[in-house]
């Protein structure tokens, strides 16, 4: 069957969730083992109520893949994807409250929850990171994001959660000091933590893209699944 036959929206109000949003539940899924789990977290031009507006979170991203039956049905994660409602990015407390709410009500196994975002998700990602740590996640992959105030924040501490950080050199939106500055930051602590970036010469705002569908070479679904809590 292909991805999009295991991809559903779930609006605001039809769960126990605060955000509306698409989920994705891997061949198999359902038999009482338990899975990993990725929240992606999407761009600001996907903001929305979290009913009418939800078709708007596929544009980019997991859900895009998983949509157009792009999304290989063997990786066994369960993927989520929240609509954060309003303006602005996502704040911590609401990725946490997202993270809690998907690893209660799915069979997550708690050691193997992962975080990604582009843009505005990814500058949420950053956020929540520097106030939660590696309170329920076990990696993040952040693309196009900032995460100097996440440093400012935490500092050596934001190294707990394994980092594989992506960015374009000419992105003319959220500058690629967002992403070099608190990466080599975090490559100078002691000891060295388990932290990385790929910066991708010439290319703009959408350094997504090519890193979500793995054209890029960088595949960063087995770098998640190889990272899991102790």
């Not at 929240?82 to 303006?87: D, F, V, Y």
């Not at 608190?182 to 959408?206: R, S």
Request: aromatic share 10%.
């Amino acid at each position: 069957m292909p991805s999009s036959a295991h991809f559903k929206k779930i609006p605001l109000g039809m769960s126990e969730a605060a955000q509306g949003y698409w989920e994705y539940t891997p061949p198999g899924y359902g038999g009482g083992e338990k899975y990993p789990l990725m929240i992606f977290l999407h761009g600001i031009g996907e903001n929305g109520n979290g009913d009418s507006e939800l078709d708007k979170v596929p544009n980019g991203g997991p859900p895009k893949l998983q949509k157009n039956n792009q999304w290989d049905t063997t990786l066994p994660f369960v993927v989520l994807s929240p609509q954060h409602p309003g303006g602005g990015c996502p704040g911590s407390g609401e990725v946490h409250s997202f993270i809690e709410y998907a690893m209660t009500h799915y069979d997550i196994n708690p050691a193997r929850v992962y975080l990604t975002g582009l843009s505005c998700g990814a500058i949420g990602s950053w956020g929540y990171l520097g106030d939660f740590l590696d309170e329920q996640i076990a990696a993040m992959v952040p693309i196009a994001g900032d995460g100097k105030g996440a440093f400012m924040k935490a500092k050596c501490e934001l190294g707990r959660v394994p980092i594989w950080a992506f960015h374009g050199d000419q992105d003319p939106t959220v500058n690629v000091s967002g992403t070099v500055e608190p990466v080599t930051n975090l490559q100078m602590c002691d000891p060295k933590p388990d932290v990385e970036m790929v910066i991708y010469p010439g290319v703009g705002h959408d350094s997504w893209s090519k890193t979500y569908d793995l054209s890029a070479g960088h595949d960063i679904y087995s770098w998640m699944l190889e990272r899991y809590k102790q």
